[in-house]
């Protein structure tokens, strides 16, 4: 007998990418008002860090540059430094709320490398957790997240201004 897992939450992201729309981040760039619903946890002049809403697990973080460049020769020194800088402030902060066992950190660059926004490039760090994968990833397809999103952002959110 075949069992359904329901994730209706991966509609929104499976018809978003027809859609031509302005990308996200560059959206979140220009509200900074909407920080909270956009997810977006700390910003710089020249960079933000925001939780995937589509996550491989819990905490996972995307780090982008707040200009739209899809390479890394696009980017400046600033802009580079600055990069490095939240995303060691991202691995504190994930290390100090979640404590988790060790992190993956990467960047796809282009589609046929995985990149689901090849426009803006960015940054994922994921935390990671001994056992943190199992057989639903592998014959269900589906990935199993402990804490919804605004828990993970509140906690997340806390710990960065109390540091």
């Not at 979140?28 to 996550?55: F, G, H, I, M, Q």
């Not at 490039?121 to 056992?131: K, N, Q, Y």
Request: aromatic share 8%.
């Amino acid at each position: 007998m075949t069992k359904n897992i329901w994730a209706p939450w991966r509609m929104q992201y499976i018809n978003g990418l027809a859609k031509p729309e302005e990308c996200f981040f560059c959206q979140y760039v220009k509200r900074p008002a909407e920080d909270a619903d956009n997810l977006v946890l700390w910003r710089s002049e020249l960079v933000l860090t925001c939780l995937n809403r589509y996550p491989y697990t819990n905490g996972h973080l995307l780090i982008a540059p707040c200009a739209h460049k899809s390479e890394l020769t696009k980017l400046s020194e600033p802009e580079m430094l600055e990069l490095m800088k939240m995303l060691c402030k991202a691995q504190q902060i994930l290390s100090k709320t979640m404590s988790p066992q060790g992190f993956n950190v990467g960047i796809n660059l282009g589609r046929c490398a995985g990149a689901g926004l090849p426009g803006h490039l960015h940054f994922h760090i994921v935390p990671r957790w001994e056992g943190d994968t199992n057989f639903m990833a592998i014959t269900g397809q589906v990935r199993v997240i402990p804490q919804e999103l605004p828990e993970t952002y509140r906690l997340l959110s806390d710990t960065a201004r109390n540091r």
